[in-house]
């Protein structure tokens, strides 16, 4: 605002009067005399010039200093408010969030920390869900152990080969609880080395076939490979590949009595596609959407008993979109389940 009314005076100050008098001197070339009245009209510019300036100024520096205190104003009460916000934020209340703004630009830094915060307090709901699933997971085979070892410290269980047998089977749920955990928590966060290149999945599947069909019982589940000749490479880690498939095959396995499980491949344009299909005690409806969350099961103390931990899905799927493809299922309860994923072709 000062530079411009200081220019403005400046400009006008210098120049205005030199305007005028050529002005004078281009009527009198023209005729007209004016040597008498010329100092008159000079001096009665400059005072109407000064009264006009001082007038202007006046008006101009109130009005614009009246609007920039206005504007600033608010624009201070905002950054206040939002300091506030960030400091509440900081300090543990995750549920903070800044208020929209009229001013686009502070309504879009807004929407920024919105954003960021949103992020951050889901990270905190995910981090504190995991501690409680995790003591709760904990917790079932350690009260297991300290009550059979608390029984046998006070002599009211004699060893066995059982109890070893127990003792062994809870420690190694254990084990492959810690285990599974480490393996979720370096994949969801993209630390697991995945090593893409092109590879062709057709003998990998058959392998995979073969090794897991000798584990049926005769009266179970007849296993089948359903595949073309010749499948085109697609980008991929096979180690984790692998490690999916085995995940896959395992829960097809364990939760099938009879009837069939089918390992099928087949190509859409720059996709390959991977199903295992199975007709065992398949997952209701509403259960669905919950299958790929880590510790999830259908039934907590049937699939206790079976040994899963519920972390396996959870950990294909991580493996799967670190390697550009994605993981669905399909399943009718007591019909069978499809677990289906695709990877991008080489
Ligand atoms: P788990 O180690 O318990 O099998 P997963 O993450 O692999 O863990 O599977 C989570 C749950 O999904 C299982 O406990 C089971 O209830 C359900 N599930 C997975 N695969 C199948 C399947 N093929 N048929 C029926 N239920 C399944």
Redesign the pocket.
């Known amino acids: 605002m000062l530079v411009a009314v200081g220019s403005l005076v400046i400009i006008g100050k210098v120049s205005s009067p030199r305007f005028f008098v050529l002005r004078l001197q281009e009527l009198e070339g023209r005729g007209f005399y004016l040597r008498y009245a010329r100092t008159e009209l000079v001096r009665g510019f400059e005072t109407a010039w000064y009264r006009g300036t001082v007038w202007s100024v006046i008006v101009s520096a109130t009005a614009s200093g009246g609007l920039s205190y206005w504007v600033s104003k608010r624009i201070m009460q905002r950054l206040a408010e939002m300091e506030q916000i960030t400091q509440k934020f900081a300090a543990g209340q995750l549920d903070a969030r800044l208020p929209l703004s009229d001013i686009p630009e502070l309504n879009r830094l807004s929407t920024s920390f919105n954003h960021m915060a949103a992020s951050l307090e889901g990270v905190e709901q995910r981090r504190r869900q995991l501690v409680s699933d995790l003591t709760h997971e904990l917790r079932t085979p350690l009260t297991v152990v300290r009550g059979y070892l608390e029984e046998l410290t006070d002599g009211r269980l004699e060893l066995s080969p059982q109890i070893y047998q127990m003792l062994a089977r809870e420690t190694k749920r254990l084990e492959r609880l810690v285990n599974d955990l480490q393996e979720l928590s370096k994949a969801e966060a993209g630390y697991l080395p995945i090593n893409l290149q092109p590879v062709n999945l057709r003998p990998l599947l058959e392998s995979l076939v073969e090794k897991f069909a000798d584990q049926i019982l005769e009266d179970g589940p007849v296993l089948r490979l359903e595949c073309p000749p010749q499948l085109p490479p697609v980008l991929a880690d096979i180690d984790r590949i692998e490690q999916v498939l085995v995940?896959l095959l395992g829960?097809?396995i364990?939760?099938t009595t009879e009837g069939s499980i089918t390992v099928r491949a087949w190509t859409e344009p720059s996709k390959l596609w991977i199903a295992v299909v199975?007709t065992?005690?398949?997952?209701a409806p509403e259960n669905l959407p919950h299958?790929f969350e880590r510790f999830?099961?259908?039934?907590q103390s049937r699939?206790r008993n079976s040994g899963?931990?519920?972390?396996?899905?959870?950990i294909s799927r991580s493996l799967i979109e670190l390697q550009s493809g994605e993981i669905f299922v399909e399943?009718q309860l007591f019909r069978g389940?499809t677990?289906q994923f695709f990877l991008p072709l080489a």
């Open positions: 995940n829960n097809a364990r939760y199975d065992g005690i398949g997952i299958v999830w099961r259908a039934d699939n899963g931990t519920g972390i396996g899905l959870a399943s389940s677990f």
